[in-house]
């Protein structure tokens, strides 16, 4: 995976420089018709390419969102730069104004900061967000992806918001936290519910045993879970090394485990091992006791050791891995087992699973170890194997979205969505792969006349 101390410029990691509306586009293979709807993807991709943010984190890329629109066989293009407050003035100035973003002010200018938008794309309440997690969500137009502005809930939010909410299936409610919520790098956290009509239900806060980069929380029907592990902020080391994150395994790791009826006040830590996990695939109950697959690593990649050095690319893989937190248990020490030894990350499952026992899952692997995923896992968790299918050296694989086949079609009957690049000819295919069937490779190929750059997470919105 790249250094993410340098902003590369090369490869597929260059940002692009237009917004294009393609009607549509050609296909190889066709088209499933019963695929009607919109993947939509986010990623970071700076407006402007110049040596002062050649040094900027890879993450903090302004957001762009790309929109693959499929209905009858058919499918068209869109993408745009969300409008975020710094992006409209470095617009307005034609140049990039703040390289050190989200630093407030620079040279006596000062610019809202709202962030930049560029880590997921949601659906909800009738309304397509732009999430980024240390920030409040930014509204798009679902069809022409103009952005409308930030998202304030009729204004009880003001803190961060995750870029990874997740919807229960059952009750319609999106689940969400936020990190550092009354100040930057302060181990204070919310979480909360939006209800399906869009109005906040629940809003509580709570302190973390510290300050960390908290990316991903599960759900499952009866709890919440918040991984609570070492890749540690600091207010110091921000200010005097210009480290906000660093790895700190000697803090150990913890997973805060609350009850969804009673909230923060039926919080509890359970320890972990010093290991790091971006995303986690999915937890459930079972008598007595919690089950939630993630992807952890020894170390994690793209952040310094504390000392500021980087980290031994040979510890940061990532494998996926099964928790299991003993609810009846006096002590508060949680079981790992690792459930594979692929490289991998990005893990996505049939949502209408989420929070309840599930038999598929998907992920991306890098068999080289170098970052480029160019191998998709379609798994069987039940009988323990996985399908997969590949894409020749030198090309990559995005996160593949699930969309099943239909409202009633049994657990991962469907499809997988995943955006490729092609190396050779430097753009983009949307490859739909049919789950029955990943390891025959995709029944269509839509092909970009350009490149859609390596980004981080999108989703499906049916009709």
């Known amino acids: 995976m790249p250094d993410g101390s340098v902003f590369h410029r090369a490869g597929n990691l260059a940002p692009i420089d237009c917004e294009y509306d393609i009607a549509a586009l050609t296909i190889s293979g066709e088209v499933p018709r019963e695929l009607c709807g919109t993947l939509y993807r986010n990623g970071p991709n700076p407006q402007f390419s110049d040596p002062a943010t050649a040094g900027c984190h890879w993450f903090l ?30 617009n307005a100035a034609g140049r990039p104004l703040l390289p050190e973003y989200p630093k407030p002010t620079l040279q006596g200018l000062s610019i809202r900061n709202t962030g930049v938008a560029n880590t997921n794309v949601i659906w909800h309440a009738g309304r397509l967000y732009a999430l980024e997690e240390g920030h409040l969500p930014f509204e798009l137009d679902p069809r022409t992806l103009e952005t409308r502005g930030v998202e304030r809930f009729r204004g009880i939010l003001k ?6 909410p997740k919807r229960d299936p059952a009750t319609g409610d999106l689940l969400f936290f936020g990190c550092s919520a009354d100040a930057p790098l302060s181990p204070l956290m ?30 499952t029907q009866r709890h919440v879970l918040f991984p609570v592990l070492p890749l540690a902020g600091s207010r110091w080391r921000a200010m005097t090394k210009g480290l906000p994150f660093a790895w700190e395994p000697e803090r ?6 609350m009850r969804r009826d009673a909230g923060v006040a039926s919080l509890r830590w359970f320890r972990a091992e010093a290991g790091y996990v ?7 109950d079972e ?12 170390v994690p990649p793209l952040f310094p050791l504390r000392d500021g050095q980087r980290s031994d690319p040979a510890e940061t893989r990532a494998r996926l891995t099964r928790w299991t937190l003993d609810l009846d248990a006096a002590g508060d020490v949680m079981r790992t087992d690792p459930l594979d030894e692929e490289n991998g990350e990005f893990p996505r499952i049939d949502e209408r699973r989420t929070g309840l026992p599930n038999r598929h899952g998907a992920y991306v692997v890098s068999r080289h170890g170098d970052g480029i995923f160019d191998r998709l896992l379609w798994c069987d968790l039940l009988r323990g194997r996985a399908d997969a299918f590949e894409v020749p050296p030198g090309d990559a694989l995005s996160e593949a979205v699930f969309v099943a086949r239909g409202d009633d079609a049994p657990e991962g009957d469907g499809w997988l969505l995943t955006v490729a690049w092609r190396a050779r000819d430097r753009r983009s295919d949307l490859l739909v792969l049919d789950t029955q069937a990943i ?4 029944v269509a190929a839509v092909h970009l006349p350009h490149r859609v750059p390596f980004g981080f997470h999108g989703n499906w919105v049916a009709g």
């Open 252 to 257: 150990g790791g913890y997973v805060g485990v």
């Open 190 to 219: 919310s979480w909360g519910t939006v209800q399906p009509d869009g109005r906040i239900g629940k809003l509580e806060h709570f302190l973390a045993p510290y300050c960390a980069m908290v990316h991903d929380f599960a759900i």
């Open 439 to 442: 390891e025959r490779g995709p």
């Open 278 to 284: 971006f995303h986690l695939m999915n937890a459930w």
């Open 287 to 298: 008598p007595g006791r919690i089950v939630a697959d993630v992807l952890q690593y020894d």
């Open 159 to 164: 803190g961060p918001f995750t870029a990874h």
């Open 61 to 90: 890329g302004d957001g762009m969102v790309h929109a693959f629109r499929l209905e009858n066989g058919r499918t068209s293009y869109r993408n745009r730069w969300v409008r975020t407050h710094k992006w409209q003035a470095e």
